[in-house]
């Protein structure tokens, strides 16, 4: 499901970008980013709750917790997972490599790698790599850098906002990807937020956790979290203005929205690139007793492959949302069950309303983009879940994709 | 993956079948089936866990709650589910009109029913159904009920033993159907064993129990549980012997084994039925803390998209495991994880140990059903779950099926 990217943003004070090609995937793609700011930034990040985190989100994790960065490292084509001792010494070289060219301490550094899972990463390849990645940087190589670390995807992912913020410009711009192996706890495959705003990393980490949690933690293309899940937020302080410390901070809440819409754009990115994927449902489910209840219902009904694969053929099969209700433990009474596809009210008190509202919903299904609301009645919890569907070309692409 | 089907048992003693077109599905296929003991069976059965379970199976386990059985009536082509008090009522009234037109207590009769959910069951097509099937009932029908419960299933599936029990013949057969939405929970989809075994109530509950704990319950097509699984036993007593009443009596463990022997068979072929399925895979996790770690483990990872496409392509893209174990929430040394491809060693201290392995194991993966093994090195757990791939065909399958 291709999309109409804006532009990207022509570029955001105080960063400078690379993207290039250093060897570690073929024929000539780009495979290396760097993202470094002018000054170490205010920043926070997060990562994966796989338990088997690789070896960058390790390190990257360690440095994180200072609250200061200023350099992302992201390589594509491998993950350094799985990789032992060996691929830990190599997640940590690198940083001391990019940071001994940029003359800055490596515990600035944040490295991130995507890609093939269990393989060792060159550390020849790499020291090129990074060698030809810090000598192209430049202030307006987002582009580059979006496309460089992106894997199996059909298009870069970025989205940017401009703001006045207490009389004063600031831009908040986000890159990421995406397109499989995508469940992301706590943050998406590789995503990156960048704003000149000026912030404390108080501030920065409040920011990012909230809007992580309302977009990357709202989506699903296949159930399977990723062992590299990072989203890290940065941000150069290069606008006028006052410090913004924390949420009682004039500002703060403009802020905090902007960056919560800039991820919540990219990960409907992800989703609609999301491997061999032809919809975007949002999955909404209400009247569970609390979030947590209606979190879990909706991620069962959206990991359902039975789910998954009526909303490719545009089937208002609504019996199989009833069996994946079934087997997520929710508290359900089936007699006030209700489910909409779109704006088609398909079934109330339990049963489908009528064979006009299925073809009404059939129609609805056809549609690229469209929600379905599946109220349970026990209680006020809430939750949606932004998924697409299971096709044949998801399969094939992950089937022939070789170790 | 057809399999080669050994002959259908020629006859059970105390049992009459038939298998029948009423009209249900259409262009003249089965979808009727009876079971029909001659007297009263000592009789046990276990139903699916899932929460939103179809009006038959509310009816069976009430009439199964006795531990007597006399016949069981199933269809296919509708699942009698999310059908509200009006499914209920049919699923009552049809078995007053099976016991009517047996002479026999309405309460001996459980209800089955395969298929759609969602959509009300015909009373007139059943009544005609019903009238056919008593019509129909014959000693030789096994193989003709055996078809008529089958819906999306590839062929027929059953299997059977004569054994020497106490210096008498006895004979123990099972039929099946399978397909889609298959992970069960306490049962499948559907399926019967029958024997001519004296046994207790007591003895029939506990030998169906311990069956079906290792054999139905471990195997997975697509991770959803169906809200109709039903796995019924039915003893007639009219082999000669002693009364087998429960574990410490002679012939029971011979009885028992027999038992899980002809499960352990039918879901495999249920597995190698899974809608698209090519592979059937024995996946083997041991070194878990405890069993229901392992368990856990182990459908963590049968159930992983990104897995079972990786068995589709023969590819032994080892880094999926490991996903897939990261997120299990398995207790996990990355040091001391081992995998087994067949008989290959693939890898060692958590690293694959050579190309030549990977090639080794890829020729494994070519060959539709072996075994994988996951040695996760912490305790004493052990669980297999047997599994089959995720191909484009199953996609296509549940893509077009229209509700």
């Known amino acids: 499901m291709k999309i109409e990217s804006a532009p990207a943003p022509a570029q955001v004070r105080g960063f400078r970008f690379s993207g290039i090609h250093g060897g570690i995937k073929k024929k000539g793609r780009r495979d290396f980013a760097l993202i470094v700011a002018d000054r170490p930034c205010a920043g926070a990040a997060v990562f994966t709750r796989n ?45 001391e490599e990019v940071a001994g060219r940029l003359g800055i301490a490596p515990s600035l550094v944040l490295p991130c790698s995507t890609g093939v899972i269990g393989v060792q990463l060159d550390h020849r390849v790499m020291a090129k790599a990074i060698s030809l ?6 202030r307006r190589g987002f582009a580059a850098a979006a496309r460089a670390i992106l894997t199996s995807d059909a298009f870069p992912k970025w989205a940017s906002r401009t703001l006045r913020l207490n009389d004063h410009e600031v831009t908040v711009a986000a890159m ?24 404390s990393p108080d501030a920065a980490r409040s920011v990012l956790e909230s809007a992580v949690a309302t977009s990357l933690n709202r989506i699903s293309v296949d159930g399977d979290t990723s062992t590299n899940d990072t989203c890290v937020l940065m941000a150069s302080g290069e606008s006028a203005g006052a410090m913004i410390d924390g949420p009682a901070s004039e500002g703060y809440e403009t802020l905090a929205r902007a960056v919560a819409e800039i991820l919540d754009e990219v990960s409907r990115m992800i989703v609609r690139d999301g491997e061999g994927a032809t919809k975007m449902v949002d999955l909404v489910v209400v009247g569970a007793l609390d979030d947590g209840e209606a979190d879990r219902v909706a991620r ?45 009210a398909l079934v109330r008190a339990g049963t489908v309303i ?21 109220r349970l009645g026990a209680g006020p919890g809430r939750a949606t879940i932004v998924t697409s569907d299971l096709t044949e070309a998801y399969v094939r692409l992950n089937s022939a994709y070789t170790s």
């Not at 917790?65 to 997640?91: H, V, Y």
């Not at 990645?133 to 430049?138: E, K, N, P, Q, T």
């Open 176 to 199: 990421a990807k995406g397109a499989g192996m995508i469940e992301p706890h706590m943050a998406t495959m590789l995503s990156f937020v960048l704003t000149d705003a000026k912030l």
């Open 133 to 138: 990645g810090v000598d192209a940087l430049s």
């Open 51 to 95: 338990r088997c985190a690789a070896a960058p989100v390790v390190v990257a994790r360690e440095h994180a917790s200072s609250g200061r960065i200023q350099a992302i490292m992201i390589n594509s084509g491998n993950a350094n997972c799985a990789t032992g001792e060996q691929g830990l010494k190599l997640a940590r070289w690198s940083c």
């Open 354 to 374: 009528s064979e006009e509202a299925v073809a009404a919903a059939r129609r609805v299904m056809k549609r690229d983009a469209y929600a379905m609301t599946v």
């Open 300 to 344: 069962r009904i959206a990991n359902s492959p039975l789910v998954r694969t009526a909303l490719t053929g545009a089937d208002p099969n609504w019996g199989r949302i009833v069996m994946a209700l079934g087997n997520s433990e929710a508290s359900l009474e089936m007699a006030a069950l209700e489910v909409d596809v779109g704006e088609v």
